[in-house]
């Protein structure tokens, strides 16, 4: 399918280390694709599901080792361990290609090396990037197929001499998790994963590339890799305004995405459109603006809590051509079932992990917490007409959140960009009681890259600074938000959800300059007459009590944000150590 021979050379390399009995090349066609769903069928790898409720949707389990994504399996490979940084488990390359070939060496023998030609991104975009990954999982291929553009068009447009794509290598050997690694090589374009079959740790499009990867491509390379969703906010005018947000885990990233406006907004004329829910690539375009594209093509995401009333787009995208891994099996009717999704457990059933289950009399859970459907992005209802464009949307915000009970209030603006930096860097959330460990500790995420960046996140930080410097005038403006204040009893304020457009539209309307704010000494902060509570049952005094910044708190997180910093050492830019300062100074 290719006659580059940097990606011949390097297959036959992989070859000779993998001995497989076969080797097939994926060119993405409908005809190959139904012949390998055919074979993971009937070698019981994934299950048909109901063809007239779930069309063309099958379902996956997981070895029960191999439920998640595995941080402390997951290495940074570069010369020094100051290149990967504080925040980044990190081993020498020269080691880790040793290790990782003696585990993977002969482990195709007796199975078929399937080659994944994809793109991340539109297919010829220049915002684009090329991977190819060697996998002996069909699972993978059909995974492959729903996250990314795939097969023999990604070839064609590619060209015969490039050296610009990233080489993945997974195998599944014996799901050995002593033996589990999940290895990037930023300096060689180079990502293996040996020992696991779960979608997180073997989709090497998905967080290896998109972000680990593709983050130190855009150091290099002068543009960024962001863990942020990107929607677009069409009001009654046809205008639409872009926006990027950042969020760490159960802080609603998904339900943000495919927000559904309240009906006063809605029969108003205005409109939310998903163009991605998980990854941003950024560059800066010929205007001068900063353009972003979803670099994947489905969505990856967690089942458990995915309802009609929760998030109903994300629940309708899994209709049809869906592979859900690790949810209960109906039986009575050939579907599917997680916690969450109705209040109508299945008697008669299959759990996760194989096993009998009666949901309305088993006191165990039917579906891993972490369960997943891969949907294709085509199936949201409210996907974008820019989903593939190839130039991307313009991004007028950028916003970042967290769950804090009562220090962050429910948005601000910061005062520029390098404040901005600042306000995302300090990024954290709150422990849940649902979490592991104490509750209410704080846990810093900034950017919500902390598991992704795949550098020193000191020189991560410096590139924000110099992104900024190159944008001027024509940078987003940066926000943050926080759904999540409660009161004294520890409810939950702010009704959150599709009520969230509400502060969406502040937002757009400070980024046109529409509306004014009150400066505090965090940020410029709503006046509550500005944000929109027209029918919604939530008083503008309860606003502003959201709303209040304490210098208390705020004077309370300065000893973490202190001893965060602290361990980037010489790696803490200049401009953020500034940005601290002016921050204790306006507390003061």
Known sequence: ??????????????????????????????????????????????????????????????????????????????????????????????????????????????????????????????????????????????????????????????????????????????????????????????????????????????????????????????????????????????????????????????????????????????????????????????????WAINPENGFFGVAPGTNVKSNPNALASTMSDTIFTNVVHNLDDNTVWWEGLDKNPPTNALDWKGNPWNGKESDQKGAHPNSRFTAPARNCPCLSSKFDATEGVPISAIVFGGRRAKTAPLVYQSFDWNNGVFVGSIMASETTAAAAGAVGVVRRDPMAMLPFCGYNMGDYWQHWFNMGEKLGDKAPKIFNVNWFRTDDEGHFVWPGFGDNMRVLDWIIRRCEGAVEANETAIGYVPNPADINLDGIDFTEAQLADILDVSKDLWEAEIDGINQFYGRFGDKLPAALKAQFDAFKAKLG
Not at 56 to 66: F, I, K, P, S
Request: proline share 5%; with cysteine.
């Open 1 to 290: 399918m290719t006659k580059n021979p940097t990606i011949l050379a390097w297959v036959k390399e992989m070859t000779e280390l993998m001995t497989p009995d076969n080797i097939v090349w994926i060119d993405g066609s409908k005809q190959q694709l139904d012949a390998l769903r055919a074979e993971a069928c009937q070698s019981g790898e994934i299950i048909k599901l109901n063809e007239e409720k779930l069309p063309g949707c099958y379902l996956h389990r997981t070895a029960e080792n191999d439920v998640a994504r595995v941080e402390d399996r997951t290495f940074i490979c570069t010369p020094t361990k100051e290149m990967a940084g504080p925040t980044n488990n990190w081993k020498d390359p020269a080691e880790a290609y040793e290790m990782l070939y003696s585990i993977a060496r002969g482990r195709y023998a007796g199975r078929t090396m399937y080659v994944i030609p994809y793109s991340m991104g539109p297919i010829g975009s220049p915002l684009a990037k090329v991977g190819i990954e060697l996998t002996d999982s069909i699972y993978v291929v059909l995974n492959m197929e729903i996250m990314t553009r795939m097969g023999k068009a990604v070839l064609d447009t590619f060209g015969d001499e490039s050296n610009d794509w990233v080489r993945g290598l997974h195998a599944k050997c014996d799901i050995d998790g002593e033996k589990r690694y999940i290895c990037h090589f930023p300096q060689d374009n180079t990502i293996i994963s040996v020992n696991s079959g779960y979608g997180g740790n073997v989709l090497l499009g998905k967080k290896c590339f998109a972000l680990r990867i593709a983050s130190y491509q855009g150091w290099k390379e002068e543009w960024m890799a962001e863990h942020m969703l990107i929607l677009g906010i069409e009001k009654p005018d046809g205008d639409v305004k872009y926006v990027c947000a950042a969020f760490p885990s159960a802080c609603g990233k998904t339900n943000l995405a495919m927000l559904i406006p309240p009906e006063g907004y809605q029969n108003a004329g205005y409109k939310v459109w998903c163009v991605g829910d998980d990854i941003s690539w950024l560059r800066q375009g010929e205007d001068g603006r900063l």
